[in-house]
């Protein structure tokens, strides 16, 4: 599959929202990205969500994504490829809205490189930690594995899975559950008692149906979230180019 080519972001609609809100500063290219996503009880997850946003339902359910990938020639806009670097990032998340608008809420992100682990927190005010992670891709299938530095043997962050694509390529309908699960290009985050946002921009995912085994998954544990029940819903993404927006403060009120 050959990597999106659209660089503007003023080309790509952020979910939801009419438009980029602040300057794309950043690009990258996902790359062996895998969406796994639960249903959860809404009581079990509203503690741990913010009381400036609104946790955001599908079906009466709450749903809690975690999602492997790597990110590569990842840096500022039109520097060149010797100034980009490339690592894998691991995230757990949920859906919300804030004043409407649909977006992202990330309970943790972790990031298999410990100074750009730093950087990103530091700048984006997100939870972000540093994890050993190693990723090895082939024509059959992903293998990906993170544990989070730093954290006691009680309780690990973990997460161990080997995955592959297993049908064709489909853009996801607006009215389905798999883009209403994909679909958003927006997060917020909590700040001294205000929200920041954040935005990507991208085409659509060019999603697959996946073939998925999770060896290893204590990343809900970790954050204080529920276990699921149910069985995920899986997609896969080979590739896709974004952008990234610098982060914002929302006005007050």
Same mark, same amino acid.
């Given at each position: 599959?050959?990597?999106?080519?659209?660089?503007?972001?003023?080309?790509?609609?952020?979910?939801?929202?009419?438009?980029?809100?602040?300057?794309?500063?950043?690009?990258?290219?996902?790359?062996?990205?895998?969406?796994?996503?639960?249903? @959860?009880?809404?009581?079990? @997850?509203?503690?741990? @969500?913010?009381?400036?946003?609104?946790?955001?339902?599908?079906?009466?359910?709450?749903?809690?994504?975690?999602?492997?990938?790597?990110?590569?020639?990842?840096?500022?806009?039109?520097?060149?490829?010797?100034?980009?670097?490339?690592?894998?990032?691991?995230?757990?998340?949920?859906?919300?809205?804030?004043?409407?608008?649909?977006?992202?809420?990330?309970?943790?992100?972790?990031?298999?490189?410990?100074?750009?682990?730093?950087?990103?927190?530091?700048?984006?005010?997100?939870?972000?930690?540093?994890?050993?992670?190693?990723?090895?891709?082939?024509?059959?299938?992903?293998?990906?594995?993170?544990?989070?530095?730093?954290?006691?043997?009680?309780?690990?962050?973990?997460?161990?899975?080997?995955?592959?694509?297993?049908?064709?390529?489909?853009?996801?309908?607006?009215?389905?559950?798999?883009?209403?699960?994909?679909?958003?290009?927006?997060?917020?985050?909590?700040?001294?008692?205000?929200?920041?946002?954040?935005?990507?921009?991208?085409?659509?995912?060019?999603?697959?149906?996946?073939? @998925?085994?999770?060896?290893?998954?204590?990343?809900?544990?970790?954050?204080?979230?529920?276990?699921?029940?149910?069985?995920?819903?899986?997609?896969?993404?080979?590739?896709?180019?974004?952008?990234?927006?610098?982060?914002?403060?929302?006005?007050?009120?």
């Amino acid at each position: 599959m050959n990597v999106r080519s659209r660089t503007d972001p003023s080309k790509w609609p952020v979910s939801g929202v009419s438009s980029p809100k602040a300057p794309h500063v950043a690009a990258m290219t996902w790359r062996d990205g895998l969406f796994v996503h639960w249903p @959860v009880d809404p009581a079990d @997850v509203r503690p741990h @969500v913010p009381d400036q946003l609104t946790l955001e339902t599908r079906d009466g359910h709450a749903w809690l994504s975690v999602l492997p990938f790597v990110l590569t020639n990842a840096g500022f806009r039109g520097t060149p490829p010797i100034t980009r670097t490339a690592f894998a990032e691991l995230n757990v998340r949920t859906y919300v809205r804030y004043r409407g608008d649909p977006a992202l809420f990330f309970f943790s992100i972790d990031v298999g490189n410990p100074m750009i682990a730093e950087t990103i927190g530091r700048t984006t005010r997100l939870p972000v930690y540093s994890a050993r992670m190693n990723v090895s891709s082939s024509e059959r299938q992903v293998v990906f594995s993170s544990e989070r530095r730093g954290t006691e043997p009680s309780n690990p962050a973990r997460f161990i899975a080997r995955y592959r694509p297993d049908g064709d390529v489909f853009t996801a309908e607006p009215d389905s559950l798999a883009y209403w699960l994909t679909e958003r290009r927006r997060f917020y985050a909590p700040s001294n008692g205000g929200v920041l946002a954040g935005e990507i921009a991208h085409d659509p995912w060019p999603l697959q149906p996946a073939d @998925v085994t999770i060896h290893e998954n204590t990343m809900l544990a970790a954050n204080g979230l529920p276990s699921p029940t149910d069985e995920p819903v899986v997609h896969y993404c080979d590739q896709l180019s974004m952008t990234g927006s610098i982060v914002r403060r929302l006005p007050d009120g």
